[in-house]
C-alpha cells in the first residue's frame, strides 16, 4: 500500500462548477500538507499548504486536512478552463535526518468552458 | 527573479549510452532535490541536497545513476549506461532550506530508445 494515495482521474467538471480534489494517507507522522499544479509539459507548482489539521483559503481555493480520518481535500470554487491541470498533493514529515516528502500520483482535472 | 532552470528539455538517446542533466537552483536557495516522475505518477525523489551534501540519496540506483552539487549551487545528474525504463522526465526543485514550498523547474524530458 502506498503512503499516499490519490484517485488519478480523469475528472471533467463545466466551468464554475466547484470541484474537490482529495488524498488519503496512512502514516500518521506526516505534518504538513501540500496541493502542487502541474500544466502539462510543466514542473509542479505549489498552490498552497497547511500545517496539521484545519482549513485554509487562499482566493477560490480551500485547503482542509483532516487529520483523524487521514484525509486531505482541495476545493476549487468558480472553476475555470485554466484550472484544467494535474493536482498533485505532497505531504512531510521528519527533521532534517529524516525528511522525507511524498507527492500523490495527480488528479487530471479539465474543465470544460 | 529566476526560477528554477534545467537543461536540457528534451533528449533522446539509445540504451547503453550515457546522459547528463543540469540544474541551476534559485538564487540563494541552499536545498536541491532531484526528482524522476514517470507518465501519470507523481514525482520520486532520487536525491537531496543541502548545500553541497547529498542527505538523502536512498531512493537513487547508485550502479547506473550519479549526481554532484559543486559549491552548493549548479547540480548534474547523470545516467551511465541508461536503460529503456529510464524514459522519464527527470525534474530538478530547490527551496529555502528545509521547508514545504519546493520551486520546480520544468524538467529533462528523457527518451531512451
Known amino acids: 500500500q502506498k503512503e499516499v494515495e490519490q484517485d488519478p482521474g480523469p475528472l471533467s467538471v463545466p466551468e464554475g462548477a466547484i470541484v474537490s480534489l482529495n488524498c488519503t494517507y496512512s502514516n500518521s507522522a506526516f505534518q504538513y500538507f501540500m496541493w502542487y499544479r502541474q500544466y502539462s509539459r510543466k514542473g509542479p507548482e505549489l498552490l498552497m499548504y497547511?500545517?496539521?489539521?484545519g482549513n485554509k483559503e487562499d482566493g477560490r481555493f480551500t485547503a482542509q486536512v483532516d487529520k483523524s480520518s487521514k484525509y486531505i481535500s482541495l476545493f476549487i470554487r468558480d472553476s475555470q478552463p485554466s484550472d484544467s491541470a494535474t493536482y498533485l498533493c505532497?505531504?512531510?514529515?521528519?527533521?532534517?535526518?529524516?525528511?522525507?516528502?511524498?507527492f500523490g500520483t495527480g488528479t487530471r482535472l479539465k474543465v470544460l468552458a | 527573479e529566476a526560477g528554477v532552470v534545467q537543461s536540457p528539455r528534451y533528449k533522446i538517446i539509445e540504451k547503453k549510452q550515457p546522459v547528463a542533466f543540469w540544474c541551476n537552483p534559485i538564487?540563494?536557495?541552499?536545498?536541491l532535490y532531484w526528482y524522476l516522475q514517470n507518465l501519470g505518477q507523481g514525482p520520486e525523489l532520487l536525491i537531496r541536497y543541502e548545500n553541497e551534501e547529498a542527505v538523502d540519496d536512498s531512493q537513487l540506483p547508485k550502479d547506473r545513476f550519479s549526481a554532484e552539487r559543486l559549491k552548493g549551487v549548479d547540480s548534474t545528474l547523470k545516467i551511465q549506461p541508461a536503460e529503456l525504463g529510464d524514459s522519464a522526465v527527470y525534474l530538478c526543485a530547490s527551496s529555502l532550506q528545509l521547508t514545504e514550498e519546493q520551486f520546480f523547474g520544468p524538467g529533462t524530458r528523457l527518451t531512451v530508445l
Open positions: 505532497a505531504m512531510s514529515k521528519g527533521g532534517s535526518g529524516t525528511y522525507k516528502y511524498i
Open positions: 538564487s540563494g536557495h541552499n536545498t
Open positions: 497547511t500545517y496539521s489539521s
